[in-house]
């Protein structure tokens, strides 16, 4: 008898599974297709547990997908470019090309150790030229329909990474490079921008997409869509001053106006007696971030400008004042104050001696007086004080004020949205360069598609200087424009490495092909992704942008369909056995190389597996992975073990076992489909000790070859060398996972006996126990004749007996 040897099978197995090109994803016409999609890794140079947590579950439930009959695809592959690689780089020493692709040949190899069913012939790396060829092909594209553009804008800036940052790579309250921690400054640059604002509203919509409610929140957020109206006041020169509001209902309790310290109109409206104050604020003003103005716990700034405008509703003369709480990146970069109303606007008029101003009066409050108020009242309510729209109630004030704002010119419906334009240039090495000239002659030309893809060069100098690499290099940029041949010189940007990861799933569809980004046939059998898993904290960075993405493709004609995945599923968070998360500066980190070594690949997936919800996540236990291996062997010994005994079969025993098996069965079915993984392993376990049980009692009935049968079934997703080894062992053909899922047997599934509740009058009085196929009146009659029942029932005949089949009966007297 053999002994269970992971070492040794695990190898066997992924050469032979390789040789044959067993996960090669073919399509066989007659099946329907599932692309399985689990995000793409950095090469940062280690799998790490959290690589192995988030895909041995979507492995497990491609591979049942292929066992349901579909042609799956679960394809791999690396998002090479990009700060991570450049950073490890330049802390190690070496080149960031030949760190990458070290890297990239290490972490293959620890992936095919997972003995996955990932297609290797579909291996896309975003830092190989016939990979960002077609990157730069589509920003061509995106930049020939209008969807990219560049201009002079401050941007947020990493002084360590020596980079722009898009917005959402800027985090935290203290607007942290998300990368290195640093803290990000503004600085002005010619950048180029997709217009991501435009599908704004359509990102919005989640239709047709199984997408988790968290991410979709987090992305409604993100592109935080307000609607209100942009009203026109006037400035004393003569200036048009709009603002953006959302309650266009207290238009007349402005009190004041407040600008941006950057907005425009600040210099010309500054008096000559506050102009000292006004330049003095605004110097400090610019200088903080966004965050830090906006944090409501801070005690309000700000300085009088001297200027006035006039309400256009009322003719009054408002006096207009310029505060850091106030964002030129928000709405007009201005608004009107309403101190009754908003609460910063309240707390400004409080620490200024400014009029408060009641023009909303709730119903369900007293009369409100502004010299009273101690906070604004932001309630809807009955316009109050407001000149020919007094009276209108809370409910139509919105409505009716924008009517007669359009009606009068003075202003007119609008939405606005949080979500900016995406930032895409970088000033760094490792990225495909932005394919762009610079004609002093045309302007901006783009590279010519039979010249993609722009060579990134190997021979610069990648430690950032604060300058792209690029423009350094002595030779690199200098070109002729492709409009009228003159000198004239490349943009010397890379691209955000998310515009990278926003069509990698296409790449994947045929990583070789030359004629355009992916060949179109594939697209069109494989496209969309069925199911995509991964990291919830990708919902406002990546999971936009590739949504964006396909968007625009669709719209450009390259692609079709709404949107690019339909089902994402986020798995949570592998901790530290101290329930910290992972870090080395903790040394808590858990070595997956290592405890494949000491387990083996099954023992560890399956682990991983049960050892938490997926969804979830949870501290690791190097005990408990020990338990799962002494699981797996008791498998293996349930398996290849024979009973030695008379060949007597037990036919109770044999039922008890077809119905544990096909009850599992259909539980762990359940569970494969709703993404519950962690129940799978525990019902296999359970199912297992009750089959050691029976087995001296079944052992040679063609129920216990079908309980084993199933059994390995079951098993191969989440441990699919030894459910493989096994299958062999028993002789059955090649390969266990190109077999079908089984079918439950419905009947076998049957209790024998089952218990209903009886009830006098909707009261529980008792229970009885029969045969499950017992007929309604011989249920009937026992639970007439339940003792409990009898007594309740007091020799009352009853006037109505109700039954729920199986479950209860209710005797109504
Ligand atoms: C007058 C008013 C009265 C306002 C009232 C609110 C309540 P959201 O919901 O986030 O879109 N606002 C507009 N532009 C701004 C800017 N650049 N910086 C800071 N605040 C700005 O917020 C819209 C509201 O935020 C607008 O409506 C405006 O104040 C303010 F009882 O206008 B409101
Ligand atoms: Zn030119």
Redesign the pocket.
């Known amino acids: 008898i053999p002994a269970y040897n992971p070492a040794e099978i695990e190898k066997k197995w992924q050469a032979r599974w390789e040789a044959d090109g067993l996960y090669h994803s073919d399509v066989d016409p007659q099946r329907p297709k599932h692309y399985a999609l689990t995000m793409l890794p950095y090469p940062s140079g280690d799998l790490h547990i959290g690589h192995w947590f988030a895909m041995t579950p979507s492995d497990a439930r491609a591979r049942y997908m292929r066992m349901n009959g579909y042609n799956v695809m679960f394809p791999m592959g690396f998002d090479a470019f990009g700060l991570p690689a450049e950073n490890a780089a330049i802390k190690k020493n070496v080149h960031p090309k030949e760190w990458t692709y070290r890297n990239i040949n290490r972490m293959r190899d620890q992936l095919k150790s997972m003995g996955a069913m990932f297609d290797w012939r579909r291996e896309a790396v975003s830092a190989d030229p016939k990979y960002y060829r077609w990157t730069q092909w589509f920003f061509v594209q995106l930049y020939q329909h209008g969807l990219a553009y560049h201009k002079l804008s401050p941007v947020d800036w990493c002084p360590t990474c020596n980079t722009t940052l898009a917005r959402e790579q800027v985090w935290g309250d203290d607007r942290h490079c998300e990368r290195c921690g640093t803290p990000v400054i503004k600085k002005n640059l010619d950048q180029w921008f997709f217009r991501t604002t435009r599908y704004a509203d359509e990102l919005l919509s989640y239709e047709g997409i199984n997408w988790p409610e968290r991410v979709r929140v987090l992305q409604t957020n993100w592109i935080?869509r307000?609607e209100?109206a942009v009203v026109k006041f006037h400035t004393e020169q003569g200036d048009e001053l709009e603002?953006?509001?959302?309650?266009p209902d207290?238009l007349w309790g402005v009190t004041f106006m407040v600008l941006?310290p950057e907005h425009p109109l600040v210099k010309k409206i500054t008096s000559a007696e506050q102009k000292a104050a006004v330049e003095q604020y605004v110097a400090e003003a610019v200088r903080q971030t966004d965050v830090q103005r906006?944090a409501t716990d801070k005690e309000k700034t700000g300085v009088f400008t001297g200027g006035y405008a006039v309400n256009p509703v009322s003719g009054e003369r408002i006096p207009i004042w310029t505060a850091d709480?106030?964002?030129?990146?928000?709405?007009?970069?201005?608004?009107?104050?309403?101190p009754a109303?908003?609460q910063?606007?309240f707390e400004f008029a409080r620490r200024f001696g400014l009029e408060v101003r009641v023009v909303i009066q709730p119903e369900d409050m007293e009369a409100l007086d502004g010299a009273n108020l101690t906070e604004?009242v932001?309630a809807h309510g009955k316009m109050v004080n407001s000149g020919p729209m007094s009276g209108t109630p809370g409910a139509e004030a919105f409505e009716q004020v924008l009517k007669y704002l359009e009606a009068n010119g003075m202003g007119k419906r609008a939405v606005?949205y949080r979500l900016r334009d995406w930032l895409i240039s970088r000033q760094r090495y490792w990225g495909a360069p932005i394919p762009m000239v610079h004609c002093e002659k045309c302007g901006v030309v783009p590279v010519p598609e039979e010249q993609l893809p722009v060579m990134l060069p190997d021979d610069v100098e990648w430690r950032p200087t604060g300058e792209s690499p690029l423009k350094l290099h002595p030779t690199w940029r200098l070109t002729t424009c492709p409009q009228c041949g003159g000198a004239a010189e490349r943009d010397t940007d890379t691209m955000d490495t998310f515009m990278c990861s926003s069509w990698y799933h296409l790449r994947y569809l045929s990583p070789d092909y030359d004629q355009g980004p992916f060949d179109p046939k594939e697209y069109d059998y494989w496209m969309p992704v069925d199911t995509y898993t991964g990291g919830i904290e990708h919902a406002n960075m990546h999971l936009i942008y590739t949504r964006f993405f396909h968007k625009a493709l669709r719209d450009m004609g390259i692609a079709h369909g709404d949107e690019p995945m339909l089902q994402l599923r986020n798995q949570g968070m592998v901790l530290g056995e101290d329930s910290e998360k992972m870090s080395k500066s903790r040394g808590n980190v858990v070595a997956p190389d290592d405890l494949v070594q000491a387990y083996g690949a099954d023992a560890l997936r399956a682990y991983l597996i049960f050892f938490s919800r997926w969804d979830q996540g949870g501290p690791w236990s190097s005990s408990g992975i020990d338990g799962t291996f002494r699981w797996l062997r008791r498998v293996w010994a349930m398996v290849v073990e024979p009973v030695g005994k008379d060949g007597f079969v037990d036919e109770s025993a044999v039922r008890v076992l077809r119905r544990k098996v096909h009850q599992t069965l259909r539980r762990v079915t359940h569970d494969y489909e709703h993404f519950e993984f962690n129940t799978i392993v525990s019902s296999l376990m359970e199912l297992s000790n009750e089959m050691a049980r029976l087995k001296p009692a079944t052992y040679g009935s063609p129920a216990w070859g079908e309980a084993v049968d199933i059994y390995l079934r079951m098993l191969s997703p989440v441990t699919p060398h030894i459910a493989e080894e096994l299958w062999a062992y028993l002789g059955k053909s090649y390969s266990i996972h190109t077999q079908s899922w089984p079918a439950v047997d419905m009947e076998a599934v049957q209790e024998d006996e089952i218990t209903v509740v009886v009830q006098v009058n909707g009261k529980v009085r008792g229970r009885v126990t029969l045969a499950a196929d017992a007929s309604e009146e011989a249920v009937k009659a026992a639970a007439l004749e339940n003792e409990g029942v009898v007594k309740f029932l007091e020799g009352k005949t009853p006037r109505q007996i109700i039954v729920v089949p199986k479950k209860l009966i209710n005797i109504v007297v």
Request: aromatic letters at 10%; zero cysteines; charged letters at 15%.
């Open positions: 935080g307000s209100g603002v953006f509001t959302t309650r207290t941006a906006e709480y106030v964002l030129m990146t928000y709405g007009t970069g201005a608004i009107m104050a309403v109303h908003d910063r606007d604004s932001p606005n």
